[in-house]
């Protein structure tokens, strides 16, 4: 029970930073691009319940730090991703386009 738990409290967690990094104007990922605002509110609504499952799972203070560091893996991560194995011009944001 513990193990799935901790999948899903990850899987919350990376697909809360994949809807923050699409709300960014930073956002090199083609295909995320478009709604923003809505793509912030579903981040945050999935940060809180990523952290609602780790604190379940290992309480208070090592939740809050199980939460922040999935969640810092996936939003360092999908920088190099997107430039490495994403859109042809993945170095240029929708603001530079503009």
Do not use: N
Not at 70 to 80: D, K, R
């Amino acid at each position: 029970m513990t193990a799935w738990l901790g999948v899903v409290a990850f899987a919350m967690a990376a697909l809360s930073a994949v809807a923050l990094y699409a709300g960014s104007p930073h956002c090199m990922w083609r295909v995320l691009r478009g709604r923003p605002r809505s793509a912030r509110l579903i981040g945050t609504l999935l940060a809180l319940a990523s952290l609602l499952a780790w604190t379940q799972l290992f309480g208070v203070a090592a939740g809050l730090g199980a939460t922040l560091a999935s969640l810092m893996l996936v939003l360092v991560a999908q920088p190099y991703l997107a430039l490495f194995i994403g859109s042809p011009d993945a170095d240029t944001t929708a603001d530079d386009k503009a």
